[in-house]
């Protein structure tokens, strides 16, 4: 019996699961709740085991659905990888490359890629998004952009697959006549409170709900990387940068390097590359992305 089973009864124990009841599984699977219900009695049936409670208003994974969901996900993006896998090696190399970068990334390592493909892929148009936050992971996610370099945004979907890419040194800078700069050493988070932190927001609602860095209750949040560095030099308020976006103004003095206490001397943003599980980078893609490797 165990031979019978199907990708398909896994994909939707997989939806049910997640989804939290089997009417929103059929919605997100497109079938009737029907289906989906009896499909999920056949692959039990198949496994000889319940993955499902029935008992209460909406079903709930036994423990043996539990342990199960953790091997059928490792099924279903095993399956996603060897077909996309077989279709990278179909299609050969990309009609187009279109990658979306987060804003944070250094522009030096992303013309030295862009000159790489334009050596080794004349003929292969390229096409860059430059965004923050949900903005890079948008576009990747459907399908407009085979390739995102994210970092900004932490929590990366389930839909895509993330390889380590380089750690980006961040800092905490204000402008020299701000309040904040005045403080010698670690200054305490209660100062930090008291003073408008500028923060990148989110122009998409991936990140709806979440904050990342954000110590202030008293936050600007500004769309524009630009915007924010111009409001740090003006003294408008105090908040995070890549260093290499700084260093002109920390050499020149028009911005200075400030601490929070608790938090450790140096601190890195992890970059990833994003691309979905069912379409791989093609060899355009990983040769661009291999210079973006190196800072």
Same mark, same amino acid.
């Given at each position: 019996?165990?031979?019978?089973?199907?990708?398909?009864?896994?994909?939707?124990?997989?939806?049910?699961?997640?989804?939290?009841?089997?009417?929103?599984?059929?919605?997100?699977?497109?079938?009737?709740?029907?289906?989906?219900?009896?499909?999920?009695?056949?692959?039990?049936?198949?496994?000889?085991?319940?993955?499902?409670?029935?008992?209460?208003?909406?079903?709930?994974?036994?423990?043996?659905?539990?342990?199960?969901?953790?091997?059928?996900?490792?099924?279903?993006?095993?399956?996603?990888?060897?077909?996309?896998?077989?279709?990278?090696?179909?299609?050969?190399?990309?009609?187009?490359?279109?990658?979306?970068?987060?804003?944070?990334?250094?522009?030096?390592?992303?013309?030295?890629?862009?000159?790489?493909?334009?050596?080794?892929?004349?003929?292969?148009?390229?096409?860059?998004?430059?965004?923050?936050?949900?903005?890079?992971?948008?576009?990747?996610?459907?399908?407009?952009?085979?390739?995102?370099?994210?970092?900004?945004?932490?929590?990366?979907?389930?839909?895509?697959?993330?390889?380590?890419?380089?750690? *980006? /040194? $961040?800092?905490? =800078?204000?402008?020299?006549?701000?309040?904040?700069?005045?403080?010698?050493? !670690?200054?305490? %988070?209660?100062?930090?409170?008291?003073?408008?932190?500028?923060?990148?927001?989110?122009?998409?609602?991936?990140?709806?709900?979440?904050?990342?860095?954000?110590?202030?209750?008293?936050?600007?949040?500004?769309?524009?990387?630009?915007?924010?560095?111009?409001?740090?030099?003006?003294?408008?308020?105090?908040?995070?940068?890549?260093?290499?976006?700084?260093?002109?103004?920390?050499?020149?003095?028009?911005?200075?390097?400030?601490?929070?206490?608790?938090?450790?001397?140096?601190?890195? *943003? /992890? $970059?990833?590359? =994003?691309?979905?599980?069912?379409?791989?980078?093609?060899?355009?893609?990983? !040769?661009?992305? %291999?210079?973006?490797?190196?800072?």
């Amino acid at each position: 019996m165990l031979d019978a089973v199907t990708l398909d009864q896994l994909r939707t124990f997989i939806a049910a699961a997640e989804e939290g009841s089997f009417s929103a599984a059929g919605r997100k699977l497109r079938r009737a709740q029907s289906v989906v219900s009896q499909t999920l009695l056949n692959l039990e049936a198949q496994l000889g085991v319940t993955l499902f409670d029935r008992s209460e208003r909406y079903p709930k994974l036994t423990e043996a659905g539990v342990a199960l969901l953790v091997e059928a996900h490792s099924v279903a993006n095993q399956m996603d990888g060897f077909k996309a896998r077989a279709r990278s090696m179909k299609e050969g190399l990309e009609p187009e490359l279109s990658v979306a970068i987060d804003v944070m990334y250094p522009m030096e390592g992303l013309t030295r890629a862009a000159g790489h493909c334009r050596e080794f892929f004349p003929n292969t148009p390229l096409r860059i998004y430059v965004e923050a936050l949900g903005g890079v992971i948008k576009p990747v996610l459907d399908g407009a952009c085979r390739i995102g370099i994210v970092g900004s945004l932490p929590a990366i979907p389930d839909e895509l697959a993330s390889e380590p890419l380089i750690d *980006l /040194p $961040m800092v905490t =800078v204000v402008a020299p006549s701000h309040p904040l700069a005045a403080h010698k050493g !670690a200054i305490s %988070s209660k100062y930090f409170e008291k003073q408008v932190q500028l923060v990148l927001t989110d122009r998409t609602s991936l990140s709806e709900g979440r904050t990342f860095g954000v110590v202030s209750p008293l936050t600007w949040r500004l769309a524009d990387l630009g915007a924010k560095h111009a409001f740090l030099c003006a003294g408008l308020g105090w908040g995070h940068m890549p260093e290499h976006m700084v260093e002109k103004e920390l050499d020149t003095g028009a911005l200075v390097k400030i601490k929070i206490q608790g938090l450790p001397r140096e601190v890195f *943003l /992890p $970059m990833h590359v =994003v691309y979905r599980k069912d379409a791989l980078p093609g060899p355009a893609g990983r !040769a661009f992305v %291999s210079q973006l490797r190196f800072r």
